[in-house]
């Protein structure tokens, strides 16, 4: 039986590698806090002392992990999954990260003689829990045929986009979009409330057009409730929008909205709100 390693427990991952377990396969866990381990352990998985030791024992190994340090972090050093990935083995990167950090952990496992694919997702917590993340893989044609039953159980779509950095770019172009939702959303949410319209009458009529789409069904409730309970940290979110304004800035495209969208997250971040949802965005906005 072919054994997966996981690298990194937090909200989306701890969903992800619990999936693979439920499915029957062979699954060894890694986290920097070694007690967001036990859940997955006590549901049989096995444990490794290091990335390095992860990615030796493994054949595919999966990271996700919050930023491109993070995911630079995991794969470098002496104790990173570079110093074990040797024999060609698979190493999958699923943070969302720009595509010049892809790139580099790319260049690092490649010389290390194991085989590299970027796939980040799309999804927050529920679809992770679920199994119907979107995979957007990209790198070696090879890492990712192996991986597809894997991402068959994680995922409901997983393409194949090309070479490193085309995950990257268009998670990217997908964070980006969502965050200018999620800003002129609890901005026309706003703007109604006090304009003394009913709130859930705005949902109801939203829902009911051609603007429907199933962020606004989850997020709405939300925003009238103001209940951030945590499925996306905002912090994460604002990050991805840097990186893909970043991204217009690199290939001379003025990205006005993105940029405006960003500022909202960043003001956000500054008033406390950096590890709450997403949707407590509107907070700065209302």
Same mark, same amino acid.
């Given at each position: 039986?072919?054994?997966?390693?996981?690298?990194?427990?937090?909200?989306?991952?701890?969903?992800?590698?619990?999936?693979?377990?439920?499915?029957?396969f062979?699954?060894?866990?890694?986290?920097?806090?070694?007690?967001?381990?036990?859940?997955?352990?006590?549901?049989?998985?096995?444990?490794?002392?290091?990335?390095?030791?992860?990615?030796?024992?493994? +054949?595919?190994?999966?990271?996700?992990?919050? *930023?491109?340090?993070a /995911?630079? @972090?995991?794969? #470098?050093g002496?104790?990173? %999954?570079?110093?074990?990935?040797?024999?060609?083995?698979c190493?999958?990167?699923?943070?969302?990260?720009?595509d010049?950090?892809?790139?580099?952990?790319?260049?690092?496992?490649?010389?290390?003689?194991?085989?590299?694919?970027?796939?980040?997702?799309?999804?927050?917590k529920?679809?992770?829990?679920?199994?119907?993340?979107?995979?957007?893989?990209?790198?070696?044609?090879?890492?990712?045929?192996?991986?597809?039953?894997?991402?068959?159980?994680?995922?409901?779509?997983?393409?194949?986009?090309?070479?490193?950095?085309?995950?990257?770019?268009?998670?990217?172009?997908?964070?980006?979009?969502?965050?200018?939702?999620l800003?002129?959303?609890?901005?026309?949410?706003?703007?109604?409330?006090?304009? +003394?319209?009913?709130?859930?009458?705005?949902? *109801?009529?939203?829902? /009911?057009? @051609?603007?429907? #789409?199933?962020?606004?069904? %989850?997020?709405?409730?939300?925003?009238?409730?103001?209940?951030?309970?945590?499925?996306?940290?905002?912090?994460?979110?604002?990050?991805?929008?840097?990186?893909?304004?970043?991204?217009?800035?690199?290939?001379?495209?003025?990205?006005?909205?993105?940029?405006?969208?960003?500022?909202?997250?960043?003001?956000?971040?500054?008033?406390?709100?950096?590890?709450?949802?997403?949707?407590a965005?509107?907070?700065?906005?209302?």
């Amino acid at each position: 039986m072919k054994k997966f390693g996981f690298i990194g427990l937090g909200i989306m991952g701890n969903a992800m590698a619990l999936n693979l377990l439920k499915a029957g396969f062979d699954v060894t866990v890694w986290n920097r806090n070694p007690d967001k381990c036990t859940e997955l352990v006590n549901q049989g998985a096995h444990q490794g002392k290091s990335p390095k030791e992860v990615a030796t024992h493994c +054949d595919v190994t999966f990271t996700i992990v919050s *930023d491109p340090a993070a /995911a630079m @972090a995991i794969c #470098n050093g002496p104790e990173g %999954v570079a110093a074990g990935i040797g024999d060609g083995r698979c190493y999958i990167d699923m943070s969302t990260v720009d595509d010049a950090t892809s790139q580099s952990i790319a260049t690092t496992i490649i010389e290390a003689g194991g085989r590299f694919l970027e796939a980040p997702v799309s999804g927050t917590k529920k679809p992770a829990e679920d199994g119907t993340l979107i995979i957007l893989a990209a790198g070696d044609k090879s890492v990712y045929d192996e991986a597809l039953p894997a991402f068959e159980v994680m995922g409901k779509m997983s393409p194949y986009l090309g070479e490193v950095g085309q995950g990257a770019k268009m998670k990217l172009v997908l964070n980006m979009v969502m965050g200018g939702m999620l800003s002129i959303f609890s901005e026309g949410l706003s703007l109604g409330l006090k304009a +003394d319209l009913d709130g859930q009458q705005i949902l *109801d009529i939203l829902d /009911a057009g @051609a603007m429907a #789409n199933p962020m606004f069904k %989850v997020k709405g409730p939300m925003l009238l409730d103001e209940n951030y309970t945590t499925s996306f940290p905002l912090k994460h979110m604002q990050k991805d929008m840097r990186l893909a304004v970043d991204l217009g800035d690199k290939l001379n495209l003025t990205l006005p909205t993105a940029a405006i969208a960003n500022e909202s997250f960043k003001q956000a971040r500054k008033a406390g709100a950096g590890d709450e949802d997403i949707a407590a965005i509107y907070k700065i906005i209302k």
